[in-house]
């Protein structure tokens, strides 16, 4: 069978766009790279200052005075489906998904605070309106429970009509697909760490949330990301020369233990 000439320039001509399409796009990407356009959450909130502690609401006001972009924060729901703010899974002995909030509601945090509802920790975050809100919700023990959790989170962060400043991320994967479904317009991102962008992108992913040695170990996922019109973000970053490396990498978010010293590093490179 012969060709035509014609069909053949066409086919040509059209390969020869996608492919400098795409090298349009891994420009794009570079360039964004190059500026520097990475901005800070504080992990747990801004908890390594006076007067606070990690997920305490004085942590996000910490976080909102130094200007972060962010402040990320652990969320679990309790036996009795109140959700509370802590990050391990036990507070002083107790487990806290194993009880209702009345067993829990009078232990404090170590800045003196009692721990805090998700509902008290958003009430304060509608006043600050500078900061977003990068919700963690916490693996439960069953599938079903996973999307209960998630389905509370987003019916009270509705009910407090912040759903435009909150980020959901989870290293769980029935909570984020809960997230997912729940929300099309939110930011979804997955802490894991063992799948690709593209992977993440054909489940709904909006964004990748890993550890930096993930992204240490595949540095090109950070521009497939950008390509894909997915954010990256890495934790938990709190060395100087770590941070200039994920900075230099083109990471949209650095979540740290130490906000201040990350704008710090970000405010110097703009000199």
Not at 57 to 68: D, F, H, N, V
Not at 214 to 239: A, E, F, R
């Amino acid at each position: 069978m012969t060709h035509c000439p014609l069909a053949l320039k066409y086919k040509f001509t059209m390969n020869l766009k996608s492919t400098l399409l795409l090298l349009l796009c891994l420009m794009m990407a570079g360039m964004v790279a190059a500026k520097d356009n990475t901005k800070v959450i504080a992990h747990r909130g801004y908890w390594k200052t006076e007067g606070s502690a990690q997920n305490s609401i004085r942590s996000l006001e910490r976080a909102s005075e130094i200007g972060a972009y962010g402040s990320e924060f652990d969320v679990h729901l309790t036996a009795d489906n109140v959700l509370v703010i802590f990050h391990d899974n036990d507070i002083q002995g107790k487990h806290i998904q194993s009880c209702t909030y009345d067993e829990l509601k009078d232990l404090q945090l170590s800045n003196g605070e009692k721990l805090p509802t998700l509902e008290q920790y958003l009430k304060r975050a509608k006043k600050l309106k500078n900061v977003r809100l990068v919700l963690e919700l916490k693996a439960h023990e069953t599938p079903e429970r996973n999307r209960e959790a998630a389905k509370a989170v987003v019916d009270m962060v509705k009910r407090m009509k912040l759903a435009k400043r909150t980020d959901y991320i989870s290293f769980n994967m029935d909570a984020c697909k809960e997230f997912i479904r729940l929300c099309p317009k939110s930011e979804v991102s997955y802490l894991n760490g063992e799948l690709s962008p593209m992977e993440l992108k054909e489940l709904g992913f909006t964004g990748l949330d890993y550890h930096y040695k993930v992204l240490q170990s595949h540095p090109d996922w950070v521009k497939d990301c950008k390509v894909l019109g997915m954010t990256s973000n890495v934790w938990t970053v709190d060395d100087s020369k770590l941070m200039e490396e994920m900075i230099d990498m083109g990471v949209d978010f650095i979540t740290t233990d130490l906000p201040e010293e990350t704008q710090k590093i970000l405010h110097s490179r703009a000199q």
